[in-house]
């Protein structure tokens, strides 16, 4: 059955009170599946993400020659590892709208013996990745652009990476660095990668960092980020790995928590999780929410009830979220630092302040992020515990169609604002099958949850 063109959210009748465990993480298993794949043996890997920018990247990799085995609906792998020789020495790799999988497969393929093509769907080719090819180039690889200079489709035309000193601009996306890192124990020779200015998203490069570890390979950090160096020659090792629930995900339910005053758990997150975006929790503790921290589990609870300042250049994965909890605190909301998200899978600042409008929100567009001035809520003084939406439901028949742009983290965030806001319609909530195909029907299942929250 295909995908339905729109889907309209109901309101809730009562705080959110449920539990939950998402499903893996998609940036651990984009970055498991390049150091299996490059690894000696077959590793396994468990809790794995099944999504279109996993499916993309375990289609590539078997497109260059590199087995891998899926069971248990997709979140059991088998990775048959290369040891670093790229078996294909011609591949077309369509990844999508999939960034983690061009950029980490781009720097995969320049450790081969051979030309290589990657490509992807329209917006793909808006999106930005002439700083990664100019640093392989300065490797020893010779990677073009087909058409646009700096844009897919690419040609990598591979002889693998001699090694040595590496500039590579921080400031567009971390992928980029975290591509070289992935690639770079299989260089000829010690790659010591230099940061021309700013590096945003710091959190996905010690994630980078502390996977590689995890099969093998050591990299050593300045303290700020600012250079790296890995030892070269060394190899990957197979292992089993497990594939933590995916933080970015999670924040969808924290949040619902947040705007409507309820509680929910995540299970198997914890403070100390290679991801980041664990620390979205604490921005909802600054609108006034409470947070609860267990070794395998964070709970939210409590309404988010005033506006914040804050610099989310660390977790902007989560931005729009907040955005969209803005709505329903009082005062303005202020989110800087996230000058690049304009460059994801849609210009997560101009399109998200443009569908934040249609709730009569006021949005400044500032030159790295946005800021929020919530509407009069539905209520008048906001969402209250017990309080009950049915009759503003019944007699609203204004519908806000939200757009999603085929970005799959429009279409979660927006979700939420149904939760409180009557006529929410989600366009093309297919689009979560990017990485979460199954939101829309496990959102559900924590609105439903019973009484004391068993999700």
């Given at each position: 059955?295909?995908?339905?063109?729109?889907?309209?959210?109901?309101?809730?009748?009562?705080?959110?009170?449920?539990?939950?465990?998402?499903?893996?993480?998609?940036?651990?298993?984009?970055?498991?599946?390049?150091?299996?794949?490059?690894?000696?043996?077959?590793?396994?890997?468990?809790?794995?993400?099944?999504?279109?920018?996993?499916?993309?990247?375990?289609?590539?990799?078997?497109?260059?020659?590199?087995?891998?085995?899926?069971?248990?609906?997709?979140?059991?792998?088998?990775?048959?590892?290369?040891?670093?020789?790229?078996?294909?020495?011609?591949?077309?790799?369509?990844?999508?709208?999939?960034?983690?999988?061009?950029?980490?497969?781009?720097?995969?393929?320049?450790?081969?013996?051979?030309?290589?093509?990657?490509?992807?769907?329209?917006?793909?080719?808006?999106?930005?990745?002439?700083?990664?090819?100019?640093?392989?180039?300065?490797?020893?690889?010779?990677?073009?652009?087909?058409?646009?200079?700096?844009?897919?489709?690419?040609?990598?035309?591979?002889?693998?990476?001699?090694?040595?000193?590496?500039?590579?601009?921080?400031?567009?996306?971390?992928?980029?660095?975290?591509?070289?890192?992935l690639a770079s124990p299989y260089a000829a020779s010690d790659v010591y990668i230099?940061?021309?200015?700013?590096?945003?998203?710091?959190?996905?490069?010690?994630?980078?960092?502390?996977?590689?570890?995890?099969?093998?390979?050591?990299?050593?950090?300045?303290?700020?980020?600012?250079?790296?160096?890995?030892?070269?020659?060394?190899?990957?090792?197979?292992?089993?790995?497990?594939?933590?629930?995916?933080?970015?995900?999670?924040?969808?339910?924290?949040?619902?928590?947040?705007?409507?005053?309820?509680?929910?758990?995540?299970?198997?997150?914890?403070?100390?999780?290679?991801?980041?975006?664990?620390?979205?929790?604490?921005?909802?503790?600054?609108?006034?929410?409470?947070?609860?921290?267990?070794?395998?589990?964070?709970?939210?609870?409590?309404?988010?009830?005033?506006?914040?300042?804050?610099?989310?250049?660390?977790?902007?994965?989560?931005?729009?979220?907040?955005?969209?909890?803005?709505?329903?605190?009082?005062?303005?909301?202020?989110?800087?630092?996230?000058?690049?998200?304009?460059?994801?899978?849609t210009d997560r600042i101009g399109d998200?302040?443009?569908?934040?409008?249609?709730?009569?929100?006021?949005?400044?567009?500032?030159?790295?992020?946005?800021?929020?001035?919530?509407?009069?809520?539905?209520?008048?003084?906001?969402?209250?515990?017990?309080?009950?939406?049915?009759?503003?439901?019944?007699?609203?028949?204004?519908?806000?169609?939200?757009?999603?742009?085929?970005?799959?983290?429009?279409?979660?965030?927006?979700?939420?604002?149904?939760?409180?806001?009557?006529?929410?319609?989600?366009?093309?909530?297919?689009?979560?099958?990017?990485?979460?195909?199954?939101?829309?029907?496990?959102?559900?299942?924590?609105?439903?949850?019973?009484?004391?929250?068993?999700?």
């Amino acid at each position: 059955m295909s995908d339905p063109a729109s889907i309209k959210i109901e309101p809730v009748i009562g705080p959110i009170r449920g539990r939950i465990r998402p499903p893996g993480s998609k940036s651990i298993t984009n970055r498991a599946l390049v150091c299996a794949a490059l690894a000696h043996g077959t590793s396994t890997l468990t809790g794995a993400l099944d999504s279109e920018d996993t499916r993309v990247m375990i289609d590539s990799l078997g497109r260059l020659g590199i087995h891998v085995e899926s069971s248990d609906n997709g979140t059991t792998l088998r990775v048959h590892g290369c040891s670093g020789q790229i078996p294909a020495t011609n591949a077309d790799l369509f990844v999508g709208n999939s960034g983690t999988t061009i950029r980490f497969l781009t720097a995969l393929c320049a450790l081969g013996k051979g030309t290589y093509r990657l490509d992807g769907i329209q917006r793909m080719r808006e999106r930005p990745i002439g700083d990664l090819l100019d640093a392989l180039n300065q490797l020893g690889d010779n990677c073009t652009c087909e058409n646009r200079p700096g844009f897919p489709p690419l040609m990598v035309n591979a002889s693998g990476l001699r090694g040595g000193n590496v500039n590579v601009r921080g400031d567009v996306s971390s992928q980029f660095l975290s591509g070289l890192m992935l690639a770079s124990p299989y260089a000829a020779s010690d790659v010591y990668i230099h940061i021309q200015g700013s590096l945003v998203s710091k959190p996905y490069v010690e994630m980078t960092r502390q996977i590689m570890a995890a099969f093998g390979a050591t990299v050593v950090a300045e303290h700020d980020f600012s250079a790296f160096r890995i030892a070269a020659p060394q190899k990957y090792a197979a292992r089993q790995y497990l594939i933590e629930p995916d933080a970015s995900a999670a924040s969808y339910f924290w949040a619902a928590a947040a705007i409507t005053g309820g509680e929910v758990t995540i299970e198997g997150l914890s403070r100390d999780s290679l991801q980041g975006d664990v620390q979205f929790v604490e921005c909802l503790t600054k609108m006034g929410c409470r947070v609860n921290y267990s070794p395998s589990a964070i709970t939210v609870s409590g309404r988010a009830a005033h506006g914040i300042d804050i610099d989310m250049n660390a977790i902007s994965d989560t931005a729009q979220t907040l955005a969209v909890v803005a709505l329903f605190a009082n005062g303005p909301t202020t989110i800087r630092g996230v000058a690049h998200i304009r460059h994801k899978e849609t210009d997560r600042i101009g399109d998200l302040a443009r569908e934040l409008r249609k709730f009569g929100a006021t949005v400044d567009e500032l030159p790295d992020g946005l800021r929020i001035h919530p509407p009069p809520l539905p209520l008048g003084e906001g969402w209250d515990e017990g309080a009950c939406l049915t009759h503003l439901a019944g007699t609203n028949t204004t519908s806000i169609e939200i757009e999603t742009y085929n970005d799959h983290r429009m279409a979660m965030s927006f979700a939420l604002a149904g939760l409180v806001h009557p006529g929410v319609v989600i366009r093309d909530p297919g689009c979560t099958a990017k990485t979460y195909p199954r939101f829309f029907d496990d959102l559900q299942r924590v609105i439903n949850s019973p009484p004391g929250g068993g999700g």
